[in-house]
Each structure stands twice: as C-alpha cells, then as structure tokens.
C-alpha cells in the first residue's frame, strides 16, 4: 500500500511540473497592438516591412504572430501568454511596456494590400499599402 501511494504521489509531482500538463489552464491571450507601421507605398517585387507595437507587462508577455494572408491582404494576431490567468495568488507588476515587433510580408501582392492587426475586444488596426 505504501509503494501505492508513494507512486501516486510521485505522478501527481511530476504532472504538475510538466509544462505539458493537459490540464493545465490556457494561458493564451490576444495582446493589445497600439502601433501598425507601414510603409504607404512599395515596389513591386519588393517586399512589405512593418513593425507592430506590441502592449505587455505585468503577468503578460509576447509569445509569436499569426498571420492568415492572400494576394490583397492580410489578418494578423498577435499573441501572448497571460500568466496570471486561471490561476490564483500571482502577483503581477504594474508596469506597462510596449515593445515593437518586426515582420515582413514577402510578393506576390496584388495592386494595393490591406493589413488588418486584431486587438482583442479594441476595434482592430488597419492600413492599406499600395504597390507601384
């Protein structure tokens, strides 16, 4: 009975310190973009560089950039990890960064691109790029 419990309890530690665990609470959030910096216009052939000013702090940190994209445009998320979120007794600082993240969409484009960045519950950012 003793080797029983001895194992039981050794699963349950090594559960939770598995960073896997499939319980564990989804820490995913969509993070604020204050900032879409694009250029208005580019050649042909070249491609679209723009830089996203991303909102983190606290218990809330960047993690990568999803983008769903076709000739005319793109929808762009970004994401991060809300450590905080489902989980009780974390202490999170108050402070408030805005770290700026680079990518780079590459042609074929069409005549103009359309770049939309989703902001959580904020209406979403968007500009349209134009291409000579």
């Not at 991303?54 to 993690?63: E, I, L, N």
Request: charged letters at 15%; glycine letters at 8%; proline letters at 5%.
């Amino acid at each position: 009975m003793r080797t029983v419990l001895l194992s039981l309890a050794a699963l349950v530690f090594l559960v939770g310190c598995d960073s896997s665990n499939p319980f564990a609470t989804d820490q995913s959030v969509t993070l604020d973009v204050s900032r879409l910096d694009a250029p208005a216009t580019v050649a042909n052939g070249t491609p679209i560089a723009v830089v996203l000013t991303v909102t983190t702090g606290g218990c809330v940190s960047f993690d990568h950039i999803e983008v769903n994209r076709d000739l005319g445009g793109a929808h762009v998320t970004v994401w991060g990890h809300d450590a905080a979120k489902g989980r009780k007794g974390i202490a999170c600082t108050a402070n408030i960064v805005f770290e700026p993240h680079s990518y780079q969409f590459d042609p074929p484009f069409a005549n103009s691109f359309t770049i939309q960045v989703d902001r959580g519950r904020m209406a979403p950012l968007q500009t349209t790029v134009q291409i000579q």
